[in-house]
């Protein structure tokens, strides 16, 4: 089972975002170690219990069983518990650049992507639902920029919530979802994704 906590929070200054987004993060992942594994860590206490790997991939040196993952977006924050690895983006669906296309998506993804351009608002959706599968795979290992999103593929069918997804690469299993109508949640594991709770707060 993953379970994933999420916030939305008001807007704030640009120069105090991302104090406000890693301060949210902090606080779920609080908040998640108190109610899934009693563990009492206040959120400003969090830092200092980290260590990250070799590629800024942040754990729990005392806690090796628990595996989590923190992402943001504009106004939304979210952190996913696991006892297995796991990766979770979250993205706001929008206008993007098509010439980044050669760096996130393999030639039949992008083939796949053309079909909607006539519909602006599957055309971006269909988009960032690469995108954020893709950053959640990254995120998964932990390893950064060192993996190439053209690296791996996917096969995406949005009909129903949550997607239906394939990936190129075996033994790695996804879960995607709308928040919203504007935010998108992927999630990447390395155990099947029978059950994803979602809990929203208010922080």
Not at 74 to 82: E, H, K, M, P, Y
Not at 86 to 104: A, H, K, M, N, Q
Not at 140 to 163: N, Q, Y
Not at 164 to 183: M, N, P, V, W
Request: hydrophobic letters at 35%; glycine letters at 4%.
């Amino acid at each position: 089972m993953i379970t994933l906590y999420y916030c939305y929070y008001e807007t704030v200054p640009q120069k105090e975002k991302r104090s406000r987004e890693h301060q949210l993060g902090r606080s779920l992942l609080s908040l998640g170690l108190s109610r899934l594994y009693s563990i009492s860590i206040p959120p400003e206490q969090i830092d200092a219990c980290l260590s990250v790997n070799a590629h800024e991939k942040p754990y729990f040196q005392d806690y090796p069983q628990i595996h989590f993952n923190i992402s943001h977006c504009d106004r939304l924050v979210a952190c996913g518990f696991s006892d297995r690895e796991l990766g979770v983006d979250v993205e706001d669906i929008g206008p993007f650049r098509e010439s980044i296309f050669r760096r996130v998506l393999t030639p039949g993804e992008k083939d796949f992507l053309l079909q909607f351009q006539a519909d602006q608002q599957k055309y971006q959706e269909y988009f960032y639902r690469f995108w954020t599968l893709k950053e959640s795979r990254i995120k998964e290992a932990g390893l950064g920029l060192a993996m190439p999103m053209t690296g791996f593929s996917f096969t995406i069918d949005a009909s129903k919530e949550p997607a239906t997804i394939a990936c190129s690469q075996e033994g790695l299993y996804f879960y995607q979802k709308k928040l919203d109508e504007r935010r998108l949640l992927a999630i990447c594991s390395q155990k099947p994704l029978e059950a994803v709770i979602l809990h929203r707060f208010t922080l």
